[in-house]
């Protein structure tokens, strides 16, 4: 018997689901946050719990300069991919959106989902965007060491982080641009779980934003991805392809 659990009922009017098989208790959940969505979100909301400096929830993300493609939608593509990976090799997969068709939710919301399920990773997945086009690089993201906020969930992130940069930058072979701890970031300081922000490229790079936009770099984007999570997990990656 499969039971379907409802996570904060309707986000940006889409009901979240999780399905929860029978061996539950042993397959850890990862929350595979697509960046953005279809429209920004230019509401305000704190930036961490009892903070009085707000943020805007959603600046909408950037879009290829030679595709022209949303980065809500290439997020998208490559979680969706991930999630047929991670299911395959036994992982329980929470998606914060499924479709590419309303405003954005916002980061507490995200990290609220990550928070509601426990996961053992909340991996949020982005593409870059510079007023300079010859930047490039596959860059991960991670929460900064703060007391009250992330002192529980540094070291894990930190750790996710660093192997999950490793085999995106393989897999996609951009230029590796490295780790960078952020104290600004919504939906790291609300997460209660390890959280990474993944910036696959650069899509006002003309080459990275080509490749990117192709079939055959969304599925390289997913198994680097799928690989560094199940290493972040201990468990095999063979099954990542």
């Known amino acids: 018997m499969r039971l379907a659990i409802v996570l904060g009922a309707s986000i940006a009017g889409v009901a979240v689901l999780a399905s929860l ?16 969505d279809a429209y920004a979100n230019l509401a305000t909301e704190p930036i961490g719990p009892g903070a009085s400096f707000r943020k805007i929830k959603d600046g909408g993300g950037t879009r290829g300069v030679v595709s022209g493609l949303p980065e809500a939608v290439l997020n998208l593509r490559v979680a969706l991919r991930l999630r047929a990976l991670l299911e395959g090799a036994g992982v329980r997969v929470v998606m914060t959106r499924t479709a590419t068709e309303g405003t954005s939710m916002g980061n507490i919301a995200r990290a609220r989902i990550a928070n509601r399920v426990h996961a053992a990773l909340f991996l949020r997945i982005h ?13 991960t993201l991670y929460p900064a060491f703060r007391n009250g906020w992330t002192d529980d969930i540094y070291a ?28 600004d970031y919504t939906g790291f300081n609300w997460s ?19 490749l990117l936009a192709t079939a055959v770099y969304e599925q390289r984007a997913a198994v680097g991805l799928c690989r560094g999570t199940l290493r972040f997990l201990r468990r095999s990656d063979v099954r990542c392809g």
């Open 192 to 210: 209660n779980v390890p959280a990474i922000l993944v910036e696959m490229g650069f899509m006002t790079n003309p080459t990275e934003d080509r």
């Open 127 to 139: 593409a870059d965007g510079s007023v300079d086009p010859r930047t490039r690089g596959t860059h």
């Open 156 to 183: 894990a992130s930190k750790r996710a982080a660093t192997i999950v940069q490793s085999e995106e930058v393989r897999a996609l072979g951009f230029p590796d641009a490295g780790l960078q701890e952020r104290t």
């Open 21 to 36: 098989g029978a061996g539950a208790a042993r397959s850890p959940v990862i929350v595979v946050d697509p960046g953005h």
